[in-house]
């Protein structure tokens, strides 16, 4: 099982990868609700010999971006749960709001995104093009999402 890695650390962990040729892709997002889109989104965000980091955002910054009532799943078990998914070889979390600090400490090679996304509304986008991080935007085209399950589950569907 792949464990939850500080952020700090990984720049060194990565290192003897990067040095071998891997390429290092991050992806991020809350994973408050995991649902088979979110699978969907990290098997395309992995390619042949990369590796794959999944950044984590913190139980608090999920509780400013997505509401009081949330996360509904600690961090603990959302990392345990996306590090034992196949493509997942990191599991970071982070306290921002958004990827900036950890984009910087980490300098991957592909920032990747859900399809829900471009590179105009993209929060980081001014960081990925000043470290000439590739984008990348995979997934499904949101046929999934957390908020429409919340949603369905309170209207009782």
């Known amino acids: ?20 040729g891997r390429r290092i892709v991050l992806a991020n997002g ?3 609700l995991l649902h088979v889109g979110h699978l969907r989104y990290l098997r395309a ?11 984590l955002n913190d139980d608090a910054s999920v509780r400013r971006l997505k509401g ?7 961090l603990a078990e959302r ?3 996306l590090a034992a998914l196949e493509p997942v070889d990191f599991v970071t979390c ?4 958004t990827l900036d600090v950890t984009l910087r400490t980490i300098v991957p090679d592909v920032h990747a ?10 929060p980081e986008a001014a960081t990925d093009a000043e470290l000439g991080i590739e984008l990348r935007f995979c997934g499904d085209h949101k046929t999934h999402s957390s908020r429409e399950r919340l949603d369905r589950l ?3 569907s």
């Open 45 to 55: 965000a992995r390619r042949d010999d990369e590796v794959l980091v999944v950044a």
């Open 113 to 122: 995104k859900g399809t829900d996304y471009s590179a105009d509304t993209l």
């Open 68 to 74: 009081p009532g949330r996360p509904h799943t600690p």
């Open 30 to 32: 809350c994973f408050d």
């Open 154 to 156: 309170e209207r009782g």
């Open 94 to 97: 982070f306290g921002e709001d």
């Open 1 to 20: 099982m792949t464990d939850l890695v500080p952020r700090e650390e990984l720049p060194v962990r990565l290192e003897e990868l990067r040095a071998s």
């Open 79 to 81: 990392a345990e749960l």
